[in-house]
């Protein structure tokens, strides 16, 4: 079974509009991360948000944890053309060895 | 800023030839890590290196599979015999030791593998 599993596999949206991603996952864990892949290129950290924390914000990120439903959400307001990429969750069930458990991605377009 | 680097960006091999990608964590972090992407699918974790050993590894990470640190700066990832299924994009990733209460991975770009 797969640890994370992104929603919807691919969205595409108006430059300006808000784009949210959905992360779920199966077993608990202490924190969920966002990362973003530009084709081709490595991923890129976003946020970190910890399994006692349902919210956190940076910049136009706002991410979202329901450990009780085991998902995250990720909402990227006033969406620009360059926001255009992969995002992944990743989970990390155990501090200090970081292992990194990915979903399967949501791969975001922006219309200009 | 400083940033994890990868070598080679590409590499084209015959199956069964041995390979090595090398990997420049960023200098203070103390951990490790090679995962692996192949296209179009997920990142899936290989293995993380800390204090000069394995700490952990995946079931992908085989007896055709080791990694090294062998001169304090580069860490590297070895496939013995490479087979066709190991052509993926293969990451690279540090992080700092502050991490007791978990930190976020620095990547590279990545080593692109081709196995004809």
């Known amino acids: 079974s797969q640890q994370g599993e992104e929603d919807p596999q691919a969205l595409s949206i108006q430059e300006g509009e808000n784009a949210t991603m959905n992360c779920s996952y199966k077993?608990?864990?202490?924190?969920l991360q966002w990362y973003r892949q530009n084709s081709g290129r490595g991923l890129v950290h976003l946020i970190l948000?910890?399994?006692?924390?349902r919210e956190k914000h940076s910049g136009r990120l706002r991410v979202t944890l329901d450990t009780s439903k085991k998902s995250s959400s990720l909402l990227i307001t006033a969406s620009r053309a360059a926001d255009t990429a992969s995002y992944f969750c990743?989970?990390?069930?155990?501090?200090?060895?970081?292992?990194?458990?990915f979903g399967t991605g949501t791969r975001l377009t922006i219309i200009p | 800023e400083p940033e994890v680097t990868q070598t080679p960006s590409h590499q084209v091999t015959q199956m069964g030839q041995e390979v090595i990608l090398r990997c420049v964590p960023i200098?203070?972090?103390?951990?490790f890590y090679w995962y692996r992407q192949i296209l179009g699918q997920k990142v899936e974790f290989l293995v993380s290196?800390?204090?000069?050993?394995?700490?952990?590894k995946s079931e992908i990470f085989d007896d055709q599979f080791s990694v090294e640190r062998p001169d304090g700066s580069n860490f590297t990832l070895k496939i013995r015999s490479t087979k066709l299924e190991d052509s993926a994009m293969y990451f690279c990733?540090?992080?700092?030791?502050?991490?007791?209460?978990?930190?976020?991975?620095?990547f590279g770009e990545g080593s692109r593998l081709t196995v004809l």
């Open positions: 200098s203070n972090h103390l951990y």
């Open positions: 948000i910890r399994s006692n924390e």
């Open positions: 290196f800390y204090n000069n050993e394995i700490s952990e």
């Open positions: 077993t608990s864990i202490n924190n």
């Open positions: 990733a540090s992080k700092r030791r502050d991490s007791a209460r978990g930190g976020e991975l620095f």
């Open positions: 990743a989970t990390v069930v155990r501090v200090g060895n970081e292992k990194l458990t």
